[in-house]
């Protein structure tokens, strides 16, 4: 049990999946009548969160959006669709692998136009860390995301040490510099 008592220990990644369709409306698009690339994000940080919500049914907060591969323009007009399901889960995190296609609606042709995989952590409501139930893979899709995802996250976490360390190191340089007559 997670400290919300009624949790189950684990989970399946069907029970995570999660869905949103939005139309594209020109609020949504740039000059050229493309979809803005922060819109684009914005819908994959709810779709991504939903799944999140479903695995850890408790509160979550985005620590991480990487690999996002922008693949092909949507257009003005397009109905965008979201898919999410939960890849692994951790102690606290989650990640979730999003994959998002556009529809034409005159030509009713579909394309993959983005994939993004997104890190969530599960929190209460005074922000403290909560355990989410681990999560089964069954399908060999499913056994193939869970096996990535721990690959992804030691790259993060080598990635996130080697910036700490630049930033340690700047620091440091410009106390040093500041210190000189
Ligand atoms: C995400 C956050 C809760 C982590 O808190 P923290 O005290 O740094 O937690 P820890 O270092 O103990 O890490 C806790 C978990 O988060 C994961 N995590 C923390 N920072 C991460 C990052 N940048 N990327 C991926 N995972 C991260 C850790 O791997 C760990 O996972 P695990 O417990 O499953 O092994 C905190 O950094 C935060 O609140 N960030 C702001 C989130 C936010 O405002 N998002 C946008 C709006 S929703």
Redesign the pocket.
Known sequence: MNSAGSNPLVRTVASTQSEMTEIILPNDTNTLGHLLGGRLMHFIDLTGAMAAYRHSRTHV????MDHIDFIRPVHLGDLVTLKSSVNRA????MEVGVKVWAENTRTASIAHVASAYL?F?A?DES?R?QA?PQLIPETPDEIRRYADALRR?KY??AE?ARRKQERLATAAQEEAEAGKP
Do not use: M, Y
């Open positions: 907060v985005t620590a991480a951790f102690a606290h995190s890190v952590v929190v922000g860390l989410v996250r993060r976490e996130s």
